[in-house]
C-alpha cells in the first residue's frame, strides 16, 4: 500500500474536497471512496485524513454534523459549505495547471 | 459566513475542548471499529484483528494531537498557562518582583498624575461645544516697538465688530471685575463678569433657569439684567425657585435676576459669582476703555486666517470713519488678533505641563531600564531552567514569549499600583496646589487617564520585556544548563541600560538645577516693596449711591486711614487704587513727558496709580530722588506726579534730573510737575520687566489701604480694622483681605509647582540611577565570585579588587555622564520660557548636574566593591 508521503503535496485537500463534493461522508468513507475511485492506488492514511479534515473543518470548508450512518451508529459527516466549494474550483484548477506542465516536461524534455 | 464559521469553531474549540477532545475520541473509535471489521471480514478472530487495526491505523494519539493542533487554541492556551506561571513567579520570587513592582508603581504613578493634570488643564480645557471652533477675539498692537498680542477691545470696536463682521455665527465680549451686594444680608464683594449678549451663545450654554441676556438688556436706560452662577444661587438665595424677577442692588444700582446659570458651567478660567448685562452705548463714558476681551464661534467652515482678514477689512473701515481712534490705529500697528481660545484659557501653563510630562516620561525609562536590568539578571539565574525546558522541546519563540507575558504581567500590576498612587498623588495636588492653575478642581483619574495608564503599562512591558528578550542571549544560542558565566552580551545590554539611566537622569538633573537657579535669581530681585507678608490689605468701595460729593469721598478716606494707623503694631499706612501684583486693577494711559515726547505722536502707555501720602512708606518702597506726596497735594492747584525710576532713566538719565520736569496723561491733559523718582515695582511678577508708573496724589471711589504690622494676616488685627472701618460707616463692603505677601506667593506658585515637581523627578531619576548602578555592579561581583578569589589567591590586596569595580562605576558614569551633558545642553533651550536670570547653558549648573550624579554613581559602586575586596577566597572557591 502507498503511503500517504507518497501523495503529491497538497492533494490531499483536493481529493477529499472532490470526494465529498457529491455526497456527504463520514471519514471512513471516505477514505474508503478515495481508495475505490482511485482504481485502489491511491490509499489515504488515517494519520493525514482526520486531521486533514478537521483542519479543512476548521478553515469553514467542510462542515460536520453526527448523522446516523451505514455503519449502525451516528456518525460524524462531513459536507462541503458554499466556500468549500469554490476552495475545490481553486484547486482544481491549480491541479489542471500543475499536470498538463509536468505532462508537457515529460513530452518535450 | 466563512469567516463566522471559522470564528464559531475556534470559540467552541476553546471554551468546549473537552466536548471537542470527546468528539474527536469518538470519531476515531468509528475508524478503528470499521478496521476491526475489516479485518474480521478478512478470517481473523476478534483480538487479533484488534492488533492489526490498531496497526494499521498508526500513531493514534500522535494523529489525535495533530487534530487538536488544526484548532489553533496553543497560542491561547499558552499564553493563559504562561499569565499563571508569571503570577507565581512574582508571588514567589520577592527579592526580584517587589522591586520591580515599586519602581514601576512609582514612574507610572508619576506619570498617570501628571498627564491627569495635562488631560484637565489642557486637553479638556474647554467644556463647551465644538471646541475647536471656539476663537478669542483681541487686538494685536506695537507699544513702543513692543508688541502686544492681547490688547483687549473697547467696546466701541466691539459694536463695529458685532455688526460688520461676517465670520462669526455668535460674538460677544466680558470683563472681569468685583462688585458690591448690598441689600439684605451682609454686604458683601463678589466677582462679577460683564458681558454682551452674544458671550453664552458663542460657548453654547443655555440657562439653568431663566433666559440668556438680550440685546435689550444692554440698551442704556433699559432695566439692568444680572444671571447668577449655580453656586451664587445655592449661597445667597438657598437655590430659592423664586429667584427670577427678584431685584439685586449690585454697586447700589438695582439689577433683576433673568436667569442661573447651570452647576457645571464654567466661565472660562474665570469663576464669577455673577454674570451683568453690558450696556453698550457708543459715546458713553468707557466706551473708548479697551478692555473687553472677545470670544466667538466661528461659522462653519471659515478659518481663522479669513476671520482675521474679516476683521482688518472692518477695523480698517471703522477706524476711517473715526477721528479719535483713525490715527492710533496707524500709529500703534493695530490688527485684529483671532486666536484660538484655549490660549487664553491656558496661558503660560501649557508650556510647564510639557517640560513636567517630558521629564516624567524620561523617568518612566528609567524604570524600565532598571526593570529590564532586573528582568535580565533573572533570566540569567534562569539560564538552567530555560535550558532544561529547550532540551525538552520548548521553541526558543516559546520561551521568549513567555519572558514577554512576565514582563507585561509586571507592567500591568505595577501600573495598577501606579493607579492608586496617581489617585493619592491628585487628591492632595487638587487640595494644595497652586490655585492659579487653570481648572484645578477638574483634575481627577477619568477614563482617559486609565487608558493612559493601560497604555503606559504595557508599552513600559513590551520595552523592557523586549530588553530582556534581545539581550539574554535566548535568541542566539541555548544556554547549557549548567550555572556559567553571564554572556558578555548581557553584560553589554546592562552596562548599556546604566549608561543610558546616568545620562537621563543627568539630563533631568541639569533641568531642575536650571530651576532652582531660576527661582534663587527671583528671590534676590527687589520687588518694589519689602517683607510682603508684613502688609494687610483691604479693598474699599464708597459708591456714588451712597456718598455723592467726592470732596467727602476723600474726607471719609482719610478719616479710614487716620484709624486704621492708629491701632496698636501698625507703623505704616496708606492706600492706592492698586497695590503692587494686583493685576486686575492695573491701570494704564498713554503718558507724555514736556520736550521728550515728539508732538503729533502716541507717547508711550505707563501704569497710572493714585496713591495717597505714606503708601510708599508702607509698602516700603524707596523714593531715589524728590518726596512722597504731602496731604496739601490733594488739595493744591498745583499738580505734582511721582514717577518710576526705569521711566525716569528712559527720559533724563540720572533720575535726581527728572524732578521738576513735567508730564500729563494724553496729548491734551494738565501738566504735572514730577516731585519724586521711585524705585521699580516689579507689579506684573518679577519675572517680568518692571513697567513705567506714573503715580498721581488723589482719590477715587476705589482705593486698596496697606497696612505695615508685624500682625498683619491675623485675626486679631482683621477684627480691629474691620470695627476701626465700620465705625466711619457701617454699610462699606470691604474686600481682597489679605497680606500682600499672598499675592507674592501666588504670582511664585506656578513656577514653585513646577520647581518641585521637576525636583521630585530629578530626584526619583538619580535615585533610579543609583539602584541601577549598584544592581548591576553588586551582580557583577557576585557573578565574578570565582575569578575574584582566584586574583586574591595569587596575591591581590583588597585595594586592587575594590579599584577594580570602582573603576568600572567610574567609567560607567563618565560615560552616562558624557552623553547627559550633551543631551541635556540640547533640550535646555525648550525649557528658556521657565527661565529667569540663568542661560539654558549655565556652566555652573552643568559642573554642579555632573558632580553630583559623578559622586552618586561612585557611592552606589562603593558598596558592591567593598563586598568584593572582602571576599573570603577559600569559602567562595570551595561553595562552586
Known amino acids: 500500500m502507498p503511503k500517504p508521503s507518497d501523495l503529491l503535496q497538497g492533494t490531499l485537500d483536493l481529493l477529499i474536497l472532490k470526494t465529498i463534493a457529491t455526497v456527504p461522508l463520514h471519514g471512513w468513507a471516505v477514505a474508503k471512496r478515495i481508495q475505490v475511485l482511485s482504481g485502489e492506488v491511491l490509499a489515504v492514511g488515517q494519520g493525514s485524513l482526520y486531521p486533514a479534515l478537521h483542519r479543512l473543518e476548521q478553515q469553514g470548508w467542510l462542515r460536520a454534523e453526527w448523522k446516523d450512518s451505514d455503519l449502525g451508529r451516528p456518525a460524524k459527516v462531513y459536507s462541503l459549505t458554499r466556500a468549500g466549494r469554490k476552495q475545490l474550483e481553486r484547486e482544481l484548477d491549480s491541479w489542471s495547471r500543475l499536470s498538463s506542465a509536468v505532462q508537457l516536461l515529460i513530452e518535450t524534455a | 459566513m466563512r469567516v463566522y464559521r471559522v470564528f464559531m469553531h475556534r470559540l467552541r474549540s476553546i471554551f468546549r475542548k473537552s466536548w471537542a477532545d470527546t468528539e474527536l475520541q469518538h470519531e476515531i473509535e468509528i475508524h478503528l471499529e470499521q478496521l476491526v471489521k475489516e479485518a474480521v471480514a478478512s478470517g481473523m478472530n476478534e483480538s487479533e484483528a484488534r492488533v492489526v487495526a490498531r496497526r494499521r491505523f498508526g500513531p493514534l494519539e500522535k494523529t489525535k494531537e495533530e487534530c487538536r493542533d488544526t484548532r489553533r487554541v496553543d497560542v491561547i492556551d499558552n499564553f493563559t498557562r504562561d499569565v499563571r506561571y508569571a503570577l507565581r513567579m512574582i508571588c514567589s520570587k520577592r527579592s526580584f518582583s517587589v522591586p520591580a513592582l515599586l519602581t514601576l508603581a512609582l514612574g507610572i504613578g508619576a506619570n498617570i498624575a501628571i498627564f491627569s493634570v495635562v488631560n484637565a488643564v489642557l486637553i479638556r480645557s474647554l467644556p463647551y461645544a465644538e471646541p475647536e471652533k471656539l476663537v478669542g477675539v483681541s487686538n494685536s498692537a506695537v507699544f513702543s516697538g513692543q508688541v502686544v498680542n492681547d490688547w483687549p ?130 459715546g458713553a463714558p468707557g466706551s473708548e476703555d479697551a478692555d473687553n476681551f472677545g470670544v466667538a464661534r466661528l461659522k462653519p467652515g471659515v478659518s481663522l486666517a479669513q476671520a482675521n482678514q474679516d476683521l482688518a477689512r472692518v477695523l480698517s473701515i471703522w477706524g476711517a470713519g473715526n477721528a479719535q481712534w483713525g490715527q492710533a490705529l496707524e500709529e500703534l500697528r493695530v490688527k485684529p488678533n483671532i486666536h484660538p481660545l484655549k490660549q487664553d484659557v491656558v496661558g503660560d501653563v501649557g508650556a510647564i505641563l510639557k517640560i513636567l510630562m517630558g521629564a516624567l516620561l524620561i523617568v518612566l525609562l528609567l524604570v524600565c531600564a532598571n526593570v529590564a536590568n532586573l528582568v535580565l539578571v533573572r533570566a540569567q539565574a534562569r539560564g538552567e531552567e530555560f535550558a532544561i525546558r529547550t532540551a525538552l522541546g520548548a521553541g526558543r519563540g516559546r520561551i521568549a514569549g513567555q519572558l514577554i507575558v512576565e514582563s507585561l504581567a509586571l507592567a500591568t500590576l505595577g501600573g495598577a499600583g501606579g493607579l492608586a498612587l496617581a489617585y493619592a498623588a491628585l487628591r492632595v495636588l487638587v487640595t494644595h496646589g497652586p490655585k492659579t492653575l487653570p481648572r484645578i478642581s477638574e483634575i481627577g483619574l477619568d477614563s482617559t487617564s486609565i487608558l493612559f495608564a493601560l497604555a503606559c503599562s504595557l508599552l513600559s512591558g513590551t520595552l523592557f520585556g523586549f530588553i530582556a528578550v534581545l539581550k539574554s542571549g535566548l535568541s542566539s544560542r541555548p544556554q547549557n544548563a549548567r550555572g556559567s558565566s553571564p554572556s558578555v552580551e548581557q553584560l553589554h545590554a546592562q552596562n548599556a541600560l546604566v549608561v543610558a539611566q546616568v545620562a537621563l537622569a543627568l539630563v533631568l538633573l541639569v533641568g531642575a538645577g536650571l530651576l532652582v537657579r531660576s527661582f534663587i535669581a527671583l528671590s534676590a530681585v527687589k520687588p518694589g516693596f519689602t517683607h510682603p507678608e508684613q502688609i494687610q490689605t483691604i479693598r474699599l468701595f464708597i459708591p456714588e449711591a451712597q456718598i455723592r460729593e467726592p470732596e467727602r469721598v476723600a474726607q471719609m478716606q482719610a478719616d479710614i486711614l487716620h484709624e486704621v494707623a492708629a491701632i496698636p503694631g501698625v507703623t505704616a499706612a496708606g492706600f492706592g487704587t492698586a497695590l503692587p501684583l494686583e493685576l486686575e486693577y492695573h491701570n494704564g494711559n498713554p503718558v507724555s513727558v514736556n520736550g521728550k515726547t515728539p508732538v503729533g505722536r502716541i507717547p508711550p502707555n505707563r501704569t497710572i496709580k493714585y496713591v495717597s501720602p505714606g503708601l510708599f512708606a508702607a509698602l516700603g518702597t524707596r523714593l531715589i530722588a524728590g518726596r512722597d506726596f504731602a496731604w496739601s497735594d490733594l488739595v493744591s492747584p498745583h499738580r505734582v506726579a511721582i514717577i518710576s525710576e526705569n521711566m525716569a532713566r528712559e527720559n533724563w538719565d540720572d533720575p535726581p534730573d527728572a524732578l521738576g520736569e513735567r508730564i500729563r496723561i494724553g496729548t491734551d491733559g494738565p501738566w504735572s510737575v514730577i516731585v519724586g523718582v521711585a524705585e521699580n515695582v516689579y507689579d506684573d511678577g518679577v519675572d517680568r520687566q518692571p513697567p513705567g508708573i506714573v503715580y498721581f496724589p488723589g482719590l477715587r471711589r476705589t482705593v486698596a489701604f496697606a497696612l505695615r504690622s508685624s500682625r498683619a494676616g491675623t485675626e486679631g488685627l482683621l477684627k480691629e480694622i474691620t470695627e476701626k472701618i465700620r465705625a466711619v460707616d457701617s454699610s462699606l463692603p470691604l474686600a481682597n483681605i489679605r497680606t500682600l505677601g499672598d499675592l507674592n506667593r501666588l504670582a511664585m506658585e506656578r513656577r514653585a509647582f513646577a520647581l518641585v515637581l521637576l525636583g521630585i523627578a530629578a530626584v526619583m531619576a538619580v535615585t533610579l540611577s543609583i539602584i541601577g548602578v549598584y544592581g548591576v555592579l553588586a551582580y557583577a561581583v557576585a557573578q565574578r565570585r570565582k575569578e575574584i578569589s582566584i586574583r586574591v589567591a595569587v596575591g591581590a590586596g583588597p585595594r586592587t579588587i575594590k579599584s577594580l569595580f570602582l573603576r568600572q562605576g567610574l567609567i560607567l558614569a563618565c560615560l552616562g555622564g558624557a552623553i547627559g551633558l550633551v543631551s541635556a545642553r540640547g533640550v535646555s533651550h525648550w525649557m528658556a520660557s521657565l527661565l529667569f536670570g540663568v542661560r539654558p547653558g549655565d556652566p555652573l549648573t552643568y559642573g554642579v548636574s555632573c558632580a553630583v550624579i559623578v559622586a552618586a554613581t561612585l557611592a552606589a559602586s562603593y558598596v558592591p566593591s567593598r563586598r568584593a575586596s572582602s571576599l573570603d577566597p577559600i569559602e567562595a572557591l570551595r561553595s562552586d
Open chain 2, 153 to 282: 477691545l473697547s467696546l466701541e470696536m466691539y459694536a463695529a465688530y458685532n455688526e460688520q463682521a461676517q465670520s462669526f455665527a455668535d460674538f460677544g465680549v466680558w470683563t472681569p471685575g468685583a462688585a458690591a451686594v448690598t441689600g439684605a444680608g451682609d454686604p458683601e464683594q463678589v466677582a462679577i463678569v460683564s458681558m454682551t449678549h452674544g458671550v453664552l451663545p458663542a460657548l453654547g450654554v443655555q440657562p439653568y433657569s431663566g433666559r440668556c441676556f438680550s440685546s435689550a438688556d444692554e440698551v442704556p436706560g433699559a432695566q439692568k439684567a444680572v444671571i447668577l452662577s449655580y453656586k451664587y444661587w445655592q449661597r445667597r438665595f438657598g437655590g430659592s425657585e423664586s429667584v427670577l424677577g427678584q431685584l439685586v442692588l449690585i454697586d447700589f444700582v438695582s439689577y433683576q435676576v433673568v436667569g442661573v446659570m447651570p452647576r457645571s458651567f464654567e466661565f472660562l478660567n474665570v469663576d464669577p459669582d455673577v454674570f451683568l448685562a453690558q450696556s453698550v452705548a457708543s
